[in-house]
């Protein structure tokens, strides 16, 4: 195969992989790898050194001396911050790409998830369908950065797994596609950790609210929660968790006292 220079297409369908598979399977037999590389034209071990490369942008990776090859490029950075500063735009934009690629539109590829928005047009039509694909995004990177496991739990179904967020959807139009502000939770302690019955600290140990506690008592707060009070969560392998977006949880949903803090979300 020909050797050629990455352009930003490339690499942004690059980076979209980068963010849907685990850490641990960046290598050349992947069959995801596999794919990507026939419709970019690369060679599968070529495209895996390019997901390796993203990883050392990768803040928690940087820390831990993980370093991209001699050849990572500027362009490489310049594709990681557009997404870091723009998530909402760049996925979306990736998964058209993606869908060109793939000689589809981004409706027929997402139908089974767009059929109930009917006959809308124009620019609602439009705006819905992106929240979808990016929805949908979020969730496969949440699920993947945390490898198919609930955060407090170990529960590893994907059907019961939620991608919750850390500082509410509703709270930061900004940061609602951000990985650093998901987290993966089966859906009791998703529940819980919206309504602000469990916080996690900047230092990612689990916190049982005052409210919570007073259902000590009862055989099921041991099994459920007890168990859990002040252990560590299972860290996900990219995007960790920013501690900013944990500090607002804690300091703004999480029921620390009798007095709740925010309005119930």
Known sequence: MERRNWNR???ILAF???????????????PKIIELAKLIGRTPNALALKLSNFASFDPYHK???VKGMQNTGKLDKEVWDEFT??????????????????KTTIEKKYKPKLEDI???????????????????????V???????????????????????????WAKNENERLNPH???????????????????????????????????LQKDYFSRHFGDFEDSMINLP???????????YHYNNVFKRGNIQLTQQL
């Open 237 to 247: 392998d990219r995007f960790l968790p920013q501690p900013e977006f944990l500090d």
């Open 63 to 65: 820390a831990r001396g």
């Open 118 to 140: 009917g006959n809308r047009k124009g620019e609602y039509r439009s705006a819905e369908v992106k929240t979808r694909v990016n929805q949908d995004f979020f969730r496969k």
């Open 181 to 215: 502000n998901g987290i993966c939770l089966s859906p009791l302690y998703d529940r819980c950790f919206d309504r602000g019955y469990i916080g996690i600290t900047t230092d990612f140990r689990v916190k049982i609210s005052k409210e919570l506690k007073t259902n």
């Open 142 to 168: 949440i699920l993947s950065i945390y490898n198919n496991k609930c955060a407090i739990s170990g529960i590893d179904i994907p059907d019961l797994l939620n991608a919750s967020h850390i500082i509410p």
């Open 9 to 11: 297409e490339d690499l």
């Open 16 to 30: 979209n992989l980068y963010c849907k598979i685990p850490y641990g399977t960046f290598h050349g037999r992947n």
């Open 85 to 102: 500063y723009n998530w909402s735009d760049l996925i979306f934009e990736s998964e058209q790409i993606l869908a060109a690629k793939q």
